[in-house]
């Protein structure tokens, strides 16, 4: 009898193919662990093929009807059919023992996935608390208010309901963690934290040798800091005048680029402030080489007392002493590992001070810098690997 690998079905439908997580390191990690391994999403167009890490890919194009997303928004609901239908045929399709949710939406195929008749396993990763993006990420006003909450709460019940019927729930911190085992056994929800898996050698040693003072990596946004930093290195500028600040990745909204331009312009800061679009993740490493330190100026809403951001293991990484946030999960990373300065991140003075302070005073810089690396050691994906495989192979027992 011939033995046929089990096969894996990613799904989601608000991220990249070469998404850091989803592709770099769970799909990876399972088709080297021996997994077949599909990858099914949406995106702004439509292509299929197998990737150099030979994962299967199907990319759906998304219709737009329109420049207006509300407007765009009703088309689509009130249209029969549309990505979901589309998406639920491919991913029937591939025929998988496991199909692995990655984002809030998809979950409309959970139980018709779990209802094929070869009885496939599923799995939901929850990225983000997504009611509290709803409140967080929504600014409203008046009666638009009430319906964001209603719509919050409407969406907390609906996710939980799915997550009912699910074999596994896979959280990336502990506070979404503890509120799918608010209503599911402890076994079935576990934490799988998006440790770093970028090679961190080749570091200067010299900070000298680097191009950067400070890098901010990431999705950039005002919630996240953005024109915040921009005011700091105003400030931060009249003491260290050839400051250099690079900020790298992708713009939300796409119009913030030319606000954050004319901010820049505006007070002289065009040799001090970089603004980088996105590049291939794993080119990142290049540029944290390059850099002195790591900014993570998070703004105090819940989601970000929440959410568990990548950026900070990559930073330690690299060597690169954390400027961030003085809440939230950042705040404690940075002060358990003495692995850099908390500040009020509404504050461009306190975050000012804190990169000034730290590229003068080499002997503490050295010393954060050195306590990141060290304490980095705990935080590769390579033990996250290995849980990620335990899971599946404690799913998969009985398909054996």
Same mark, same amino acid.
């Given at each position: ?5 089990? &096969? ?7 991220? *990249? ?31 299929? %093929? ?31 059919? %549309? ?79 799915? $997550? ?54 990431? *999705? ?12 700091? /290195?105003?400030? $931060? ?11 790298? %990745? ?33 080119? /990142?490493?290049? #540029? ?24 900070? #293991? ?24 003495? $692995? %850099? ?28 810098? &050195?306590? *990141? ?28």
């Amino acid at each position: 009898m011939t033995h046929h690998p089990k &096969r894996i079905c990613l799904l989601a439908d608000s991220h *990249g193919l070469y998404d850091d997580r989803i592709y770099w390191k769970e799909a990876v990690s399972l088709s080297r662990s021996g997994y077949e391994v599909y990858y099914v999403l949406a995106t702004d167009r439509a292509k299929n %093929g197998i990737t150099g890490e030979g994962i299967h890919y199907t990319m759906i194009k998304r219709k737009t009807f329109s420049g207006n997303r509300y407007i765009n928004y009703l088309v689509k609901l009130l249209l029969p059919g %549309g990505l979901y239908k589309h998406m639920f045929k491919i991913a029937k399709s591939v025929k998988a023992d496991v199909y692995h949710i990655h984002d809030l939406k998809v979950n409309r195929l959970g139980l018709k996935l779990k209802k094929l008749p070869w009885k496939p396993k599923l799995v939901y990763d929850v990225h983000e608390p997504y009611p509290e993006n709803i409140l967080d990420y929504n600014e409203t006003k008046g009666l638009a208010t009430f319906v964001k909450n209603r719509y919050a709460e409407y969406i907390r019940k609906w996710e939980n309901n799915h $997550a009912l019927k699910y074999d596994f729930i896979i959280a990336t911190e502990e506070n979404v963690q503890a509120r799918f085992r608010g209503f599911l056994p402890d076994e079935k929800v576990q934490i799988i934290y998006n440790y770093t898996d970028l090679d961190n050698s080749q570091i200067p040693l010299a900070t000298e040798e680097k191009d950067y003072d400070a890098i901010y990596s990431g *999705g950039i946004t005002k919630r996240r800091g953005a024109m915040k930093i921009l005011g700091a /290195v105003s400030l $931060a500028k009249k003491e260290r005048p050839d400051l250099k600040v690079l900020f790298l %990745g992708t713009f939300f909204p796409p119009e913030l680029s030319k606000e954050m331009s004319d901010f820049i312009k505006k007070n002289n800061l065009e040799e001090n402030v970089i603004l980088m679009d996105a590049i291939p993740y794993k080119e /990142v490493a290049g #540029f944290y080489r390059k850099s002195k330190l790591g900014l993570g100026i998070f703004l105090p809403i819940r989601t970000h007392e929440i959410i568990l951001q990548i950026k900070i #293991f990559e930073y330690m990484n690299f060597g690169l002493p954390i400027i961030g946030s003085n809440f939230g999960h950042i705040n404690r990373y940075i002060n358990e590992y003495k $692995a %850099g300065l908390t500040v009020n991140p509404e504050s461009e003075e306190e975050i000012a001070h804190a990169i000034t302070s730290l590229l003068k005073n080499k002997n503490l810089y050295e010393e954060m810098s &050195r306590n *990141g690396l060290k304490a980095s050691e705990k935080f590769k994906w390579q033990f996250m690997e290995e849980k990620l495989l335990s899971i599946y192979h404690e799913l998969l027992a009985d398909k054996n």
